[in-house]
């Protein structure tokens, strides 16, 4: 049977931050790429918003500070005010220094990259619009910045204009909006989505299911006195074929291999289970009038197929279809055409299954009869 890859087919997008949904840019069953935007939050996390206030605040309060002492620096080489007083002030303006940079690494405990850092400060607003995109399946950083900006305006230009993006401020991001140019046959599908417009989000709530239905598996199922048979198969790395009842013409799919075999049988069906990998190929992929994209793919989880598990391996033998070998009584025989005739060939056959059957070359068969 098909199933997912565990941990890999299924991918869950949560809200990073708290925040009221003002845009969704997706809808079920649509085939997104990493990178694009799903949807757009504005930001109320009381614990963000409060770190980029106080960080403005001290930011003020510093630039107060920093200008009341070089005016005393100017008085002082007078002789008209006391040295004390201006050690004080530049004591203040050292302690507010220091509050600033503690405040910049809390910005940056809550995902803010130093280009969003620097421009609060610059721009003096606070980030209030955030970008939820599809993420890289096989992007695996623990330093994933946050796509924040002062307004939705401003997010939207970092999704449409992203190699500006890099060049000026924000060379992460741009380079995940990027990815899907990098990356174009990499799919994935909007399975479900958990957030409407409107709706507030705490972080960490779902907002959609993606699903990446490129490469899944196949679960097999042996006895447990198989278990020898299918790692001694897995280990000569021979080739399995499978076939699927029920699609046009039953193409088998062939060249597969054991990927892994369980590490427990089932106690009540005595069930070895045992994975094969599956390229998942597209058989459709259209675009709507609105921009939506729509694929579907020939292969289901859930779907039921045959599998031919290569048990020996035998050299310079014939291999025939199954239909090809007949009975009489004992024998196994098959017509070989001689002419306008075709005469009865007894042979030996070394194994046979519902697709083929392997014939010793015994002296009864050539290489090139018909």
């Known amino acids: 049977m098909v199933v997912e ?14 925040g009221v949904i003002t845009h969704v840019h997706s809808l079920p069953g649509e085939a997104v790429t990493p990178g694009t935007l799903l949807f757009e939050i504005r930001l109320t996390h009381e614990e963000l918003v409060t770190a980029q206030t106080e960080f403005l605040k001290t930011l003020g309060e510093l630039e107060v500070e920093q200008r009341e002492v070089t005016r005393l620096e100017q008085v002082a080489e007078t002789g008209a005010l006391s040295g004390r007083t201006l050690l004080e002030r530049r ?14 690494e809390a910005l940056r405990l809550h995902g803010l990259t130093d280009q969003q850092v620097d421009a609060i400060a610059t721009e003096r607003r606070l980030l209030r619009s955030l970008l939820v995109t599809a993420p890289e399946p096989d992007e695996h950083s623990h330093e994933e910045p946050l796509m924040l ?4 305006e401003a997010a939207r230009r970092m999704t449409s204009d992203p190699a500006e993006t890099q060049q000026e401020h ?4 741009a380079k995940q909006m990027t990815s899907a140019a990098e990356h174009p046959g990499h ?12 709706q507030a989000v705490r972080a960490g709530d779902p907002l959609c299911t993606l699903s990446d239905p490129e490469h899944l598996l196949i679960e097999g199922h042996a006895f447990a006195e198989d278990r020898d048979t299918i790692a001694r198969t897995a280990a000569q790395r021979w080739p399995v074929v ?38 998942n190929p597209r058989i ?8 939506q994209r729509y694929v579907d793919w020939k292969y289901l989880p859930g779907q039921r197929l045959q599998l031919s598990i290569p048990v020996a391996h035998w050299s310079d033998q014939f ?23 075709f005469e009865r060939v007894p042979v030996h056959v070394l194994h046979e299954d519902g697709q083929s059957a392997v014939i010793a070359d015994d002296g009864s068969l050539f290489p090139g009869d018909v």
């Open 5 to 18: 890859r565990p941990g890999r087919t299924q991918i869950h997008v949560s809200a990073p931050l708290t």
């Open 91 to 104: 004591y203040a303006r050292d302690r507010l220094q220091a509050l600033l940079k503690a405040q910049q």
């Open 149 to 152: 900006a002062a307004d939705a």
């Open 170 to 173: 924000l060379p992460k991001i």
């Open 187 to 198: 799919l994935l599908v909007i399975e479900r989505l958990a957030a409407s417009k409107g």
């Open 242 to 279: 499978a076939l699927f009842p029920g699609l046009e013409e039953e193409q088998p799919v062939t060249g597969l291999q054991v990927a892994r075999v369980a590490v427990e049988i089932d106690p009540q069906s005595r069930i070895l289970p045992f994975y094969l990998e599956l390229r």
């Open 284 to 291: 459709r992929d259209l675009t709507g009038p609105d921009g």
């Open 319 to 341: 291999v025939v279809p199954a239909a090809a070998v007949a009975r009489d009584g004992a024998d196994r025989l098959v017509f070989r055409r001689n002419g306008r005739l």
